[in-house]
C-alpha cells in the first residue's frame, strides 16, 4: 500500500478521537483512538489498512452498513499510528485533529502514574484542547511540547 495514498484515505475517512469519560479527573478517564470508516462494501480496503500497521481490530455493522477500522492499544498507538503520521503528514484540516490527537496522547501516557491533582492539571488541558476550534487558541501550539 502506498504511505501517501494512506494519508489521503485518513484525510478524507479517518478519525482522530480523544473522548473523556464523564467527571473525568484522571488520565485513566482518557481515552484515544484512531479509526478509518467506510462503507462495509469497502472492508478489503480496511484489511489493506490493517495488514500495512500491523495492528487494530475491523468492525463490521450491517445494521448500518457501515466497516471500522480501529487502533485503540496506547502501545499500538504509539509504535504504529504516531511515527507514520510523523513520517507522512496529513495535509487537510484533519491534521489539527491529529495534532490534539498527538498532544493528548503524550500527554496521557508522560502523565498518567502522577499524582492525581498533576493528573487533573493534564486532563483539563485535554479538555481545554478539544473543545477549542482551531487548536491554536489561547497560547496551544500544538507543534511544541507544552509538556
Known amino acids: 500500500m502506498n504511505p501517501y495514498w494512506l494519508c489521503g484515505l485518513v484525510d478524507g475517512k479517518g478519525r482522530f478521537d480523544v473522548v473523556l469519560s464523564d467527571g473525568a479527573t484522571l488520565m485513566k478517564h482518557v481515552?484515544?483512538?484512531?479509526?478509518?470508516?467506510?462503507?462495509?462494501?469497502?472492508?478489503?480496503?480496511?484489511h489493506r489498512c490493517k495488514r500495512f500497521f500491523g495492528v487494530g481490530i475491523i468492525s463490521d455493522d450491517p445494521k448500518t452498513g457501515v466497516a471500522t477500522y480501529k487502533v485503540e492499544s496506547a502501545h499500538h498507538i504509539e509504535n504504529s499510528i504516531l511515527p507514520f503520521f510523523e513520517e507522512y503528514p496529513l495535509v487537510s484540516r484533519k491534521k489539527i485533529l491529529w495534532m490534539r490527537f498527538r498532544r493528548s496522547f503524550m500527554w496521557k501516557w508522560r502523565h498518567q502514574e502522577s499524582h492525581p491533582d498533576?493528573?487533573?492539571k493534564y486532563v483539563n488541558k485535554i479538555k481545554h484542547l478539544i473543545s477549542c476550534k482551531s487548536g491554536f487558541e489561547n497560547g496551544y501550539d500544538l507543534d511544541k511540547s507544552n509538556t
Open 31 to 46: 481515552h484515544l483512538s484512531f479509526s478509518i470508516v467506510m462503507n462495509r462494501q469497502d472492508t478489503a480496503v480496511l
Open 118 to 120: 498533576y493528573q487533573q
